[in-house]
């Protein structure tokens, strides 16, 4: 059978066992044991089917309640207004989402998320990012570079046909970006745009990841 679209090629190419870092996530969740199982048990039934969308269409109510909780998702989940990256990524298991069109969001159901590193960012980078925020909260990293796809489409919804992707191209020069972004922390700094300490906690996790990334 030949595959025509991205999601149903990743449909088929995320059924596996379940990783201990999705079943924490479904855990975190307050999924019980049973339900890991059958969301497990759903992965494997849908696995030869190559539509994402008709997938979903194959479960019961029940079923997509599961998968709905796997993705802590807040409302029903409702096949006829999703994306095929939306229902793709409903059938990948948590923490393994992806960004299958490259707009810089990962569409889980009908929500988006930024993504970041980006799927297509080279794997030195994204070992560098780990890096370099291993051990820090989400409040401590920088948003300078996770935030840019939103800042470049203010005024956008996802979807608009003028909607950009700054980190689109493969060849996208992540050194040179963090590099810029350390003369405007620099800049801020000097022109009394930022305080010292929030100075230093920018200057202390982009020159950890320049060391990262040499």
Do not use: C
Not at 68 to 89: F, M, W, Y
Not at 111 to 138: Q, R, V, Y
């Amino acid at each position: 059978m030949t595959i025509s679209n991205p999601a149903a090629r990743d449909l088929t190419a995320n059924i596996a066992v379940l990783s201990d870092k999705s079943v924490a996530l479904m855990h975190q969740r307050k999924m019980s044991d049973k339900d890991v199982e059958t969301f497990q048990n759903i992965l494997q039934k849908v696995q030869q089917t190559s539509d994402p969308k008709t997938a979903l269409r194959s479960l019961s109510a029940d079923e997509l309640d599961v998968v709905r909780q796997a993705h802590s998702l807040a409302e029903p989940i409702n096949i006829s207004v999703l994306s095929d990256e939306g229902a793709a990524n409903l059938l990948t298991a948590p923490g393994h989402t992806r960004d299958l069109n490259n707009d810089g969001l990962t569409t889980i159901g009908e929500g988006n998320m930024f993504t970041f590193p980006p799927d297509n960012a080279p794997a030195s980078f994204k070992a560098a990012w780990e890096e370099a925020s291993d051990g820090l909260s989400i409040m401590d990293i920088p948003t300078h570079m996770i935030f840019a796809v939103g800042l470049a489409n203010t005024g956008r919804e996802p979807g608009d046909p003028n909607w950009v992707n700054p980190y689109a191209s493969a060849d996208y020069d992540y050194g040179a970006a963090v590099s810029e972004i350390i003369e405007s922390v620099e800049y801020q700094y000097n022109h009394s745009m930022i305080s010292f300490e929030q100075y230093q906690k920018n200057m202390s996790f982009y020159n950890k990841l320049t060391d990262a990334m040499a």
